[in-house]
């Protein structure tokens, strides 16, 4: 489920990108900006932002539609609202800068199709399920929201039902806790051209599925 949290983010991200970048100067080097990447979608924010051509405001714009997505995964159990959408977002955000380390190292120096050699120890969705495993707060909570959607509580209600928000909170933000990692791997990432909002060519890496593969599973690209 929460994969679809950080896919949703690097999707979103790259949606900042304006168009593939001319034959102008590269600004920024491919690896500072591949932690640029990695680090908005699982940190929030990144000291190398401009080096992806990324502004504040883009940050900005990033984070309010991580919150949809927030608000989305995890519909099906409980609807949020958009505070405790945040607060969630601002719970996974503060355990990843904890828990989550990258480090990036220019592997080839390439004028078209460089490649960045990124280590992290990734998180491991494929037991996403058993870090989700009903627990007595879980089932409290999904108790509560279906009585009260018994009774005829609409979606409106249950996200300006303090009690329904601080129990899921304290249940979704536990989990994004405990997401598990992996030990430490590294994944070459090819970066291509882009043009950024700032209207200057970057480098952004060249497929965001496969890095977005390597963050969440740990699963390298086919050689």
């Excluded at 714009?61 to 997505?69: D, S, T």
């Amino acid at each position: 489920m929460f994969r679809k949290v950080l896919a949703g983010a690097m999707i979103l991200a790259g949606l900042l990108i304006v168009g593939c970048g001319g034959a102008d100067k590269v600004v920024g080097s491919p690896d500072k900006a591949i932690l640029a990447y990695s680090e908005l979608v699982t940190m929030g924010e990144s000291p190398n932002m401009a080096a992806a051509g990324f502004s504040e405001e883009d940050n900005k714009n990033l984070r309010k539609m991580m919150i949809k997505v927030f608000e989305a995964s995890f519909n099906g159990i409980v609807p949020l609202s958009e505070q405790s959408a945040d607060d969630l977002a601002n719970v996974f955000y503060d355990s990843s800068k904890a828990r989550i380390k990258f480090q990036a190292a220019l592997k080839t120096d390439d004028p078209e199709r460089p490649v960045v050699e990124l280590t992290t120890t990734p998180f491991n969705m494929t037991d996403n399920a058993a870090a989700f495993a009903p627990n007595d707060e879980l089932i409290a909570l999904i108790g509560m929201v279906g009585k009260l959607k018994s009774d005829g509580a609409t979606d409106e209600q249950l996200k300006s039902n303090p009690e329904v928000q601080k129990l899921a909170v304290e249940v979704f933000g536990k989990y994004l806790k405990e997401l598990p990692l992996q030990p430490e791997m590294t994944c070459a990432v090819v970066c291509k051209k882009v043009t950024g909002t700032d209207g200057n060519t970057h480098w952004a890496p060249d497929d965001v599925n496969a890095l977005m593969d390597f963050i969440t599973l740990g699963k390298l690209a086919d050689k």
